[in-house]
Structure formats: structure tokens, C-alpha cells
């Protein structure tokens, strides 16, 4: 891999700040870099083995340091912790595994010092069936006896075919209310009943309390379930030939996702953060969606193409999370950054994004002599960049056993290898020092990885040479800088293994040859330049070990 950049006229810029609205800065994340952080993987403040919030705010300077703009948490609202957070059973307290809500105002405090937003997880889709609301519902007290999705029938036969995403019926049997209730997940993560008004202004409440509190915005988890077909239909078949009867794929979901009623939801959550900037002031607060849907469905999750209804301010573009270096090359990359291009209506910003929780690391499905790559690819195109936790680093997967896995999606260990999301979810890899500086005790709940030997940040900092680390911040400088922000984008392969990013504004031009994969490439090394027609041509950034000289 080789990377150039080529800054053919040095233009000078003075900017002037325009006089502010009254509301604050309603554009501060149209060209942000969100981090997620992984709580319980970040930093362990009182060594019992799993990160805190005391340990994302002893290490918030990191992100000052990066450079980015803000960071997401996922979930850390109390939770049996059945489904790694994503189980809520209080949205009105900080699960004591991660600190207390004055933790929490605490990170809110600092990191606004310094520049940086913060974001949290927000987990509608259902909650833990610890839930109070659950357990009033399942009782029968009047308040919330509509508040989870019941229905009527034997208990020897569900309702109806929907699978849940996890394998088997989505429907539980309660003994205690004699009736069915839906879950898309696990049984013990009740689906909440969006039909109910009354589930809509808990809902509401829950974003209005946090955002007094000083939150910038919300990740919003799972949102094509959020609505199921109020006929209860049942699914048709996907023919899918790899999906067995009990898997949630062997049907098509035309009645369990993306509903026309869940579209309703979002933009109403668009509504509320909304309305509560323009009644309290300030800067906008902002809604990002997880939605793993086609292409036209994803778009619709940001709102309609004429902008007649808003939804998420951007939905997560998941197009490179999957792909791996069997499976792509340089022309699949060509034409996703196409394909979402083409099909995003132009009154909406791109997003970008390589990693998460749900998916193995970039650098372990491309390899870490790409990943400077792919750090220049995705926050040098335009709009928004996501980094996953580790991402800066060039962290890679970690070595997790069956035995030490806690991921429930993975409780088969003839499938552990293929479908465990532990590998990715590895403690954050600080220094050389014992558990990689994640903490001094001796346990930490995932193991951390032993590579971190080799790929930590403190090493990647005082390295007198390059190191993903440094290429990262670099990246995360220029892309403020135009061409970057605000120029034209071209993307075109030379070959199956040579991507160009190019980004111009007028003369000036920032391009991104990108060599994935380890074999050497054969084609003319600027093969690319009279494309460019420059006169002068300036590499302004390379990636580790590369043969070229920055300058
Ligand atoms: C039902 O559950 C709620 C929530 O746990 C509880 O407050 C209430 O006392 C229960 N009522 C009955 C009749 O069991
Ligand atoms: C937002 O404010 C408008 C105008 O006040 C109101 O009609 C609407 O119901 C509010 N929406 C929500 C979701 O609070
Ligand atoms: C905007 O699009 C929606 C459908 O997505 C349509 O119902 C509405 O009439 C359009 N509004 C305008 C002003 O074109
Ligand atoms: C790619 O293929 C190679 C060789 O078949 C295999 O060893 C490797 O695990 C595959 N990598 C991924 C990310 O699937
Ligand atoms: C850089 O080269 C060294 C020495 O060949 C090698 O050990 C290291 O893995 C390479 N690093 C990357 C990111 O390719
Ligand atoms: C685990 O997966 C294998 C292979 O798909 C299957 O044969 C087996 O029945 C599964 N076991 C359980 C407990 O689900
Ligand atoms: C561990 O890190 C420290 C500080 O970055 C460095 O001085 C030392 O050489 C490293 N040790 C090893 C074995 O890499
Ligand atoms: C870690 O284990 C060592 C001995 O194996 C023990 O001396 C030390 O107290 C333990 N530290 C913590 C924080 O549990
Ligand atoms: C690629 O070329 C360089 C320089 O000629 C050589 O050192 C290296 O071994 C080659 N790598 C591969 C994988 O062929
Ligand atoms: C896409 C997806 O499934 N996201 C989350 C939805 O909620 C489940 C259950 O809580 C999580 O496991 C997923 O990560
Ligand atoms: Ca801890
Ligand atoms: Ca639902």
C-alpha cells in the first residue's frame, strides 16, 4: 500500500466566523468524527475487572489529543447485563457496574471543557424483563398492562411464525398473565408496544431527562424493530438456502422491520430533540440510527428525500463493516462509496464507518498494513467518520475462548468461532504494562489480547517513526482543512487491489492512493497522476513502513 497526498497549490485561507444564531450551532456534527466507546472494554478505574465511567473520564484527554469531535457510549444504563447492556431494566440510573450518574455528569462536564460532545446509547426496540414497567405489565396493573406487545392464545402454540433475531420464536409464554409476549431478541428483552401513547411519552421522558443533563445526542439501537404488523401476520419465506426453519433469516421480514409505523417513531424522536433545542437553546442535539436494512430503507431513516419529515440525523452506513479482503477489492469499495452517494437525497449528510460491536475488527479482515488505509479512506471522504474503539491504534481482534466468551449470541461452541461478537469487544490496548494498562488487577472480564505487546497507544505515541496512531491524528487534521471539508469527490480503482479517493477544490487537490493487501502491486506507481494534470505533487502523508518519504 501506498499513499500519497497531493496538495498542488498551497491556498491560503482566512475564515470568518459568521455571527451566531440564536440557537446555538445547529451544524457542529456535519462534519464530525464520532468514537464509540465500548464502557466495559475502555478503562477500568477500580481494577473489579470490567471499564467504568471513571475510567473514560481519566482518559478523555485521548480524545482532545485525536482530535475528535465526539464520543458514543454504548450502553450503561442499569442492566441485568444479559445482552451486554442492551437489556435495560432502569433508563433512570447509571448500572452500578459503570459508576453513578454523578460519573456521568462528570464526563459530561470535562469533556464539554474540551471541546468534545457526548453522545449515548438509547435502547427503545424493548427492555430487560426486570424492567418495572415489565413486571407491572406482566401483573396486570392497569398503567402499564398495554405496555409490551400481549396476545392471546395456548401456550403450546406461539402466536405466529416470527423468528427472533437470536434463533427460535420471538414470542415468550408467560405463566403469570396467561398470554404470549413478543420479543425480537432474547426472552428476557421484552418488546416495548410503540402503539401505546403512553410507551411514547415514557420514551420522550427518558431523552428529555438526559438531555437536561447535558447530553449532545443519541445513538438510537435497533430501529427497524421498533414497530411489528398490528395484524400479526405471518412472515413469508425468504428462501434463503443457508437458513434453517429456527433462524431468524428463513423468513422474510415484511411484517417485524421497517415498518411504515416505525418510520413514524424515529421522526418522531427527531421531533423531540427537536423541539427541545429550539425551547431550550444551544447547539442541536443530535439522533444517529442502527438500522441494518437495504439501501432504500436505510435513507428513509433519515427522513423523507424532500425533507418534508427529518428522521436520524444520519443512519450508519454499513456498507464496509462486513466486507473482508476475500470477499472485496478495490472496485467493491468503488462502488459502495457510489451506491451510498448516489442514493443519499443531497439535503443529507454521508457518514462512514468501518467498525463496531457487532462486527470483527477492519484489522483483522484486511489486515494491519491496511488499516492507514482505511483510516484515510473513511474520514477523507465526505461528512461524518466513525471510529470503533481501537480503530486509531490499528487494533486487532482479540483471542477469546469459548469458555471465556460472554457474548449470548454465542452460546453454541460449534458455531462460537463464526458468530461471537467477544473478538472485537477486547479491552483497549493503553501500553505494554500488565492487562495493557486497561487496569492493575488481575482479572479483566474479556481477556485482553496478547498483542498488546505490540499494538498499544503509549508505544504508537513515543515511537520516533510513524505509527497508525500518529497517521490517524494527522488524518483527523486534515480533514478539517479543504479540500477535505468541503471539495468534490472522485473515487476510481486502477485494480482489483488499487483504490483512488481523490478530493478537489478548484486547484487543489488531496488524494489518497490506497494499495489494500499485502501483495505488491504491479501497475505503474502514478499511473494515477494525469488524471490530476498537476504540476507539483506533495506526499503529505504515507502509511507505516511505507517506501515513501513524507514531503
Ligand atoms: C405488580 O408489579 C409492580 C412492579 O413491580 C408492583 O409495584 C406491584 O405491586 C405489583 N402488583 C401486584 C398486584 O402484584
Ligand atoms: C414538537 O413541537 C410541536 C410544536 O410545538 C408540537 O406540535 C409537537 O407535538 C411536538 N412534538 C413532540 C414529539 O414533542
Ligand atoms: C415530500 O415527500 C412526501 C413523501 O415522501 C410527500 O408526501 C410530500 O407531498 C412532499 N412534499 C413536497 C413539498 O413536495
Ligand atoms: C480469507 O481466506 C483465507 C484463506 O482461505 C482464510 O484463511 C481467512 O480466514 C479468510 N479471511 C477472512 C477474513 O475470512
Ligand atoms: C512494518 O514492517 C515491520 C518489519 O518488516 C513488520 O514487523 C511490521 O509488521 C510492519 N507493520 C505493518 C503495519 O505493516
Ligand atoms: C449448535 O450448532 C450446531 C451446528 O449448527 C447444531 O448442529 C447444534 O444443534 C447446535 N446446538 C445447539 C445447542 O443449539
Ligand atoms: C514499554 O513501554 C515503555 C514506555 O512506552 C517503553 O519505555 C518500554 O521500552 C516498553 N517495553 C517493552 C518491552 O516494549
Ligand atoms: C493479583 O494477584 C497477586 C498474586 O497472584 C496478588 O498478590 C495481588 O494482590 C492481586 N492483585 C489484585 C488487585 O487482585
Ligand atoms: C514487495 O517489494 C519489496 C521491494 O521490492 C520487497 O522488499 C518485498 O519483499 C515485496 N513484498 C512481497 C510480498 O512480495
Ligand atoms: C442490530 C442489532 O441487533 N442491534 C442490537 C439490538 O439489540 C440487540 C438485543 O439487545 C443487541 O444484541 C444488538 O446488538
Ligand atoms: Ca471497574
Ligand atoms: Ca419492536
Given at each position: ?160 411464525n416470527w423468528n427472533s433475531v437470536f434463533k427460535n ?65 405471518d412472515e413469508p419465506r425468504s428462501n434463503d438456502p443457508t437458513q434453517e426453519p429456527n433462524d431468524h433469516d428463513y423468513l422474510d421480514h415484511i411484517?417485524?422491520m ?34 441494518y436494512?437495504p ?27 462486513g466486507?473482508?479482503?476475500n470477499t ?84 453454541n461452541?460449534s458455531t462460537?468461532?463464526q458468530t ?132
Amino acid at each position: 500500500m501506498k499513499i500519497f497526498w497531493l496538495n498542488i497549490f498551497i491556498t491560503l485561507f482566512v475564515s470568518c466566523l459568521s455571527a451566531p444564531a440564536p440557537l446555538g450551532d445547529q451544524d457542529w456534527w456535519k462534519h464530525g468524527v464520532f468514537y464509540q466507546i465500548y464502557p466495559r472494554s475502555f478503562k477500568d478505574s477500580n481494577n473489579d475487572g470490567n471499564g467504568d465511567l471513571l475510567g473514560i473520564l481519566e482518559k478523555l484527554d485521548h480524545f482532545a489529543d485525536a482530535g475528535v469531535t465526539g464520543v458514543w457510549l454504548s450502553p450503561i444504563m442499569q442492566s441485568p447485563q444479559v445482552d451486554a447492556g442492551y437489556d435495560i431494566s432502569d433508563y433512570y440510573t447509571i448500572d452500578p457496574m459503570y459508576g453513578s450518574m454523578d460519573d456521568l455528569k462528570k464526563i459530561i462536564a470535562k469533556a464539554h471543557n474540551l471541546g468534545i460532545r457526548v453522545i449515548l446509547d438509547f435502547v427503545p426496540n424493548h427492555t430487560s424483563n426486570q424492567h418495572e414497567w415489565f413486571k407491572a405489565s406482566e401483573n396486570g396493573t392497569e398503567e402499564y398492562k398495554d405496555f409490551y406487545v400481549w396476545v392471546d392464545g395456548s401456550p403450546d402454540k406461539p402466536p405466529n411464525n416470527w423468528n427472533s433475531v437470536f434463533k427460535n420464536s420471538a414470542w415468550t409464554w408467560s405463566d403469570k398473565r396467561q398470554q404470549w409476549y413478543l420479543r425480537q431478541f432474547l426472552e428476557v428483552q421484552p418488546d416495548l408496544n410503540f402503539r401505546n401513547p403512553k410507551v411514547r411519552e415514557a420514551l420522550k421522558n427518558v431523552l428529555i431527562f438526559y438531555m437536561d443533563m447535558g447530553i449532545d445526542g443519541f445513538r438510537v439501537d435497533a430501529v427497524p424493530y421498533l414497530v411489528e404488523d398490528k395484524l400479526l401476520r405471518d412472515e413469508p419465506r425468504s428462501n434463503d438456502p443457508t437458513q434453517e426453519p429456527n433462524d431468524h433469516d428463513y423468513l422474510d421480514h415484511i411484517y417485524t422491520m421497517n415498518t411504515d409505523e416505525t418510520y413514524d417513531v424515529v421522526y418522531e424522536f427527531r421531533d423531540i430533540v427537536e423541539n427541545y433545542t429550539k425551547e431550550h437553546g444551544g447547539d442541536a442535539r443530535i439522533l444517529m440510527s442502527e438500522a441494518y436494512a437495504p439501501l432504500d430503507k436505510t435513507m428513509r431513516y433519515y427522513g423523507t428525500a424532500n425533507g418534508s419529515r427529518l428522521g436520524a440525523h444520519f443512519t450508519f452506513n454499513f456498507f464496509f463493516v462486513g466486507p473482508n479482503l476475500n470477499t472485496s477489492n478495490a472496485y467493491t469499495f468503488e462502488s459502495l462509496v457510489y451506491e451510498w452517494i448516489d442514493n443519499l437525497p443531497s439535503i443529507y449528510v454521508s457518514n462512514w464507518d468501518m467498525g463496531n460491536h457487532d462486527n470483527r475488527r477492519v484489522t483483522t479482515r484486511f489486515g494491519k498494513e491496511d488499516v492507514d488505509g482505511f483510516n484515510m479512506l473513511l474520514h477523507l471522504l465526505p461528512g461524518i467518520g466513525i471510529t470503533y474503539y481501537g480503530e486509531e491504534i490499528g487494533q486487532e481482534d482479540g483471542e477469546v475462548t469459548y469458555e471465556q466468551g460472554q457474548d449470548p449470541a454465542a452460546r453454541n461452541r460449534s458455531t462460537f468461532e463464526q458468530t461471537s461478537r467477544d473478538f472485537e469487544r477486547t479491552p483497549f490496548q493503553w501500553d505494554n504494562s500488565t492487562n495493557a494498562g486497561f487496569n492493575e488487577g488481575n482479572k479483566t472480564w474479556l481477556p485482553v489480547s496478547e498483542k498488546y505487546k505490540e499494538t498499544n497507544l503509549a508505544d504508537e505515541i513515543s515511537t520516533p517513526g510513524l505509527s497508525h496512531y500518529k497517521i490517524y491524528k494527522e488524518i483527523l487534521r486534515k480533514r478539517q482543512e479543504d479540500p477535505a471539508r468541503i471539495g468534490d469527490t472522485k473515487i476510481w480503482s486502477l485494480s482489483e487491489d488499487v483504490l483512488i479517493l481523490k478530493r478537489s477544490l478548484e486547484k487543489t487537490h488531496i488524494v489518497v492512493a490506497f494499495k489494500l493487501g499485502w501483495q505488491n502491486h504491479t501497475a505503474p506507481e502514478y499511473a494515477f497522476v494525469p488524471e490530476i494534470k498537476c504540476d507539483t505533487a506533495t506526499v503529505a502523508l504515507t502509511n507505516v513502513n511505507s517506501t515513501h518519504q513524507i514531503g
